[in-house]
């Protein structure tokens, strides 16, 4: 009687063992297989504002907000060591280009084409998390957890014009987290 008392024992054992591997499994599965839950997504937006300056100055106000949102499953951590000299130094940048008045009709304009020019007085790279620090350790101090917003924004004073800008983003777990937005807006006089 003992015996079968033991036999049972260890048959419920070994059945719950094997239904609890079969439940991980399926779950695992699921989980990064199905739902992708180990990957990271981000949306980038912008929102743009301009305003008049005062008087006769033909100048304005330009307000780029750049909206990041964390569409992944897990946090996103920024990059913060740097990277080779034909990326960004930044792990999250804008750039603003100003498409030359003197452009071919129906051109279509590469980013690094002679048809953008820089800007005077606006850097080549402008950090967007530089107002989160960066730690001397070189590990991750800008964060966003899933379902987070940020709006990180940025003045310029501008000429009229047609201008492109372009925000990209490194996310510390290498290639497989970059992500690039490029936009456009008008400064009119």
Same mark, same amino acid.
């Given at each position: 009687?003992?015996? @079968?008392?033991? #036999?049972?024992?260890?048959? &419920?054992?070994?059945?719950? $063992? ?5 439940? =991980?499994?399926?779950?695992? $599965? /699921? ?5 992708? =839950? ?8 912008? @929102? ?5 300056? *005062? ?5 304005? %106000?330009?307000?780029?907000? $750049? ?15 740097? %990277? ?10 804008? /750039?603003?280009?100003? &498409? ?6 129906? #051109?279509?304009?590469?980013? /690094?084409?002679? @048809?953008? *020019?820089?800007?005077? =007085? ?5 950090? %967007? !998390?530089?107002? /989160?620090?960066?730690? +001397?350790?070189?590990?991750? !101090?800008?964060?966003?957890? +899933?379902?987070? &917003?940020?709006?990180?924004?940025? #003045?310029?004073?501008? #000429? +009229?014009?047609?201008? %492109? ?5 490194? =996310? ?7 992500? *690039? ?9």
């Amino acid at each position: 009687m003992t015996q @079968d008392l033991i #036999s049972l024992s260890q048959i &419920v054992q070994n059945f719950a $063992v094997a239904i609890g591997f079969l439940l =991980g499994g399926m779950w695992a $599965v /699921y989980q990064f297989g199905i739902q992708r =839950g180990n990957q990271t997504g981000l949306k980038i937006d912008t @929102d743009i504002k301009i305003s008049s300056l *005062s008087g006769e100055d033909k100048r304005r %106000l330009v307000f780029i907000d $750049v909206i990041l949102e964390n569409t992944g499953k897990r946090a996103l951590f920024a990059r913060t060591k740097k %990277l080779n000299s034909q990326f960004a130094q930044k792990p999250c940048s804008l /750039y603003l280009r100003k &498409v030359n008045a003197n452009s071919l009709p129906n #051109s279509h304009f590469y980013w /690094y084409s002679s @048809d953008l *020019s820089a800007i005077d =007085g606006v850097p080549e790279e402008i950090n %967007l !998390t530089r107002e /989160y620090g960066q730690d +001397p350790r070189n590990s991750a !101090t800008f964060f966003i957890e +899933p379902s987070e &917003v940020y709006h990180i924004g940025n #003045s310029f004073i501008l #000429s +009229p014009g047609v201008y %492109l800008g372009r925000i990209r983003f490194f =996310g510390a777990r290498g290639r497989q987290e970059f992500w *690039s937005r490029v936009f456009s807006f008008s400064v009119e006089e």
